[in-house]
């Protein structure tokens, strides 16, 4: 049987209801509804209770109303700082079982879930790690601007946006893209074809997807590329490649050697150009350590000769008259010279070789001839400085001059007998 009314002031020690209306009905299943404002101490019931429900309520404790505003409320007026709150409490700590639960929907869609082995919903009911958020993340100090996190489950990147507007994804491959304004997008990849299938890359690309500008990191090299084409390479011995990938100077481009070497190569024109603006002055210095041993200037190509500078000075310089009137200068071309080119003059190595050796100098003494054999067909095996004749040519005009004065002499004796 059920009580389908207990009066005001019954059980005041329980439970007490400050209206005439019905307080509390008491169901044939043993399971309790109240109504009404209740006050007391205690009250216990041995199976469900329901507060605002219209029939037996399915919980051990259900509480139903509907108002614009919230139904329930745990306060603790404790003093101390052990004044708790809310504790929830389950016998088992397995996924399977569920802790604490928040719905909308009628139960329909979860808000936030907390299940038995310590993992933790919102908006899913199956969390599969500590905290499990299914939609997107806002961080936010501000009502109008914040930053979110999401998943994209077209293609399952993760994504950072501002307010928004994506600035970061990642995919599951790892490849990692993001925008830094309208006209730059970028991308972290390992498949970008000029740098190569299996090597990390940063490609940018214009809003159209084209102007690619892939920067590349490999494990041997480091590559730089614009449009479709590499540019630049950094090797892993530290030359850098210019406009070439083999770092063979027989290649055009430009070769810089970690060990000092510069190798220009062009198919035509000019290899190299040096300017100097507005002034006249040096264009190239030469050095060797920190001594300048040359200089090609606006108006003047020099070596350095200051007495100070040199050693080893002698005014015993044998070549002379001799030494020139033995030399055969030829007209000639190279081998490699393009078909139809000028006419070069000057002189044969190996017979300025044989003047030398008829004058007593003997074999690489001297810079003016220098023989290096290469067993290469295509270089020369010698090199001969025609600066050095300079020299020589003037120690033969003294010569000349001293036999011109002497004849001159001897003219003006006969013509005064």
Same mark, same amino acid.
């Given at each position: 049987?059920?009580?389908?009314?207990?009066?005001?002031?019954?059980?005041?020690?329980? +439970?007490?209801?400050?209206?005439?209306?019905?307080?509390?009905?008491?169901?044939?299943?043993?399971?309790?509804?109240?109504?009404?404002?209740?006050?007391?101490?205690?009250?216990?019931?041995?199976?469900?209770?329901?507060?605002?429900?219209?029939?037996?309520?399915?919980?051990?404790?259900?509480?139903?109303?509907?108002?614009?505003?919230?139904?329930?409320?745990?306060?603790?007026?404790?003093? %101390?700082?052990?004044?708790?709150?809310?504790?929830?409490?389950?016998?088992?700590?397995?996924?399977?079982?569920?802790?604490?639960?928040?719905?909308?929907?009628?139960?329909?869609?979860?808000?936030?879930?907390?299940?038995?082995?310590?993992?933790?919903?919102?908006?899913?009911?199956?969390?599969?790690?500590?905290?499990?958020?299914?939609?997107?993340?806002?961080?936010?100090?501000?009502?109008?601007?914040?930053?979110?996190?999401?998943?994209?489950?077209?293609?399952?990147?993760?994504?950072?946006?501002?307010?928004?507007?994506?600035?970061?994804?990642?995919?599951?491959?790892?490849?990692?893209?993001?925008?830094?304004?309208?006209?730059?997008?970028?991308?972290?990849?390992?498949?970008?074809?000029? &740098?190569?299938?299996?090597?990390?890359?940063?490609?940018?690309?214009?809003?159209?997807?084209?102007?690619?500008?892939?920067?590349?990191?490999?494990?041997?090299?480091?590559?730089?590329?614009?449009?479709?084409?590499?540019?630049?390479?950094?090797?892993?011995?530290?030359?850098?490649?210019?406009?070439?990938?083999?770092?063979?100077?027989?290649?055009?481009?430009?070769?810089?050697?970690?060990?000092?070497?510069?190798?220009?190569?062009?198919? %035509?024109?000019?290899?190299?150009?040096?300017?100097?603006?507005?002034?006249?002055?040096? +264009? +190239?210095?030469?050095?060797?350590?920190?001594?300048? &041993?040359?200089?090609?200037?606006?108006?003047?190509?020099?070596?350095?000769?200051?007495?100070?500078?040199?050693?080893?000075?002698?005014?015993?310089?044998?070549?002379?008259?001799?030494?020139?009137?033995?030399?055969?200068?030829?007209?000639?071309?190279?081998?490699?010279?393009?078909?139809?080119?000028?006419?070069?003059?000057?002189?044969?190595?190996?017979?300025?070789?044989?003047?030398?050796?008829?004058?007593?100098?003997?074999?690489?003494?001297?810079?003016?001839?220098?023989?290096?054999?290469?067993?290469?067909?295509?270089?020369?095996?010698?090199?001969?400085?025609?600066?050095?004749?300079?020299?020589?040519?003037?120690?033969?005009?003294?010569?000349?001059?001293?036999?011109?004065?002497?004849?001159?002499?001897?003219?003006?004796?006969?013509?005064?007998?």
């Amino acid at each position: 049987m059920a009580l389908t009314k207990v009066s005001r002031g019954l059980l005041s020690t329980g +439970i007490v209801d400050n209206s005439n209306a019905t307080a509390i009905t008491l169901n044939a299943d043993e399971s309790a509804t109240f109504a009404g404002a209740l006050t007391g101490t205690s009250a216990t019931f041995t199976t469900t209770v329901g507060i605002g429900v219209s029939s037996s309520p399915a919980y051990t404790l259900t509480v139903q109303k509907d108002v614009d505003d919230f139904i329930a409320k745990l306060e603790n007026d404790g003093n %101390s700082t052990a004044s708790n709150g809310l504790w929830v409490d389950t016998r088992w700590n397995t996924a399977t079982n569920t802790v604490f639960q928040v719905t909308t929907n009628s139960g329909a869609q979860p808000v936030i879930v907390a299940k038995g082995n310590g993992n933790v919903g919102i908006s899913t009911t199956s969390p599969q790690k500590t905290l499990d958020v299914q939609g997107e993340i806002a961080i936010s100090n501000s009502a109008t601007s914040y930053w979110n996190l999401n998943r994209d489950d077209s293609t399952g990147a993760l994504t950072i946006s501002d307010t928004g507007t994506q600035r970061l994804a990642i995919a599951p491959d790892g490849h990692t893209s993001f925008t830094l304004g309208t006209n730059a997008m970028g991308t972290f990849g390992d498949a970008i074809s000029e &740098v190569g299938s299996g090597n990390f890359a940063l490609q940018v690309t214009n809003s159209a997807g084209s102007a690619l500008k892939p920067l590349g990191f490999r494990a041997e090299d480091i590559r730089f590329a614009t449009g479709r084409s590499e540019r630049f390479r950094l090797t892993s011995l530290g030359d850098i490649l210019l406009g070439q990938t083999s770092g063979s100077a027989a290649d055009t481009g430009i070769i810089l050697q970690s060990t000092g070497n510069i190798f220009s190569t062009v198919n %035509s024109g000019k290899s190299a150009y040096f300017r100097r603006l507005n002034t006249d002055g040096v +264009i +190239i210095q030469l050095n060797k350590n920190s001594s300048v &041993v040359g200089t090609i200037s606006t108006n003047a190509n020099s070596l350095p000769s200051d007495r100070n500078f040199k050693t080893n000075i002698s005014y015993d310089f044998a070549l002379g008259l001799d030494f020139v009137t033995s030399l055969k200068p030829v007209t000639y071309n190279y081998k490699i010279d393009d078909e139809g080119a000028p006419v070069m003059s000057g002189l044969i190595a190996q017979d300025v070789e044989e003047s030398l050796s008829a004058a007593g100098v003997a074999q690489n003494s001297m810079t003016i001839l220098q023989h290096t054999p290469t067993d290469d067909e295509e270089q020369s095996d010698y090199q001969m400085d025609y600066l050095k004749l300079v020299p020589v040519l003037i120690n033969a005009i003294k010569e000349q001059q001293l036999t011109i004065t002497a004849l001159t002499e001897r003219i003006e004796t006969l013509e005064n007998n």
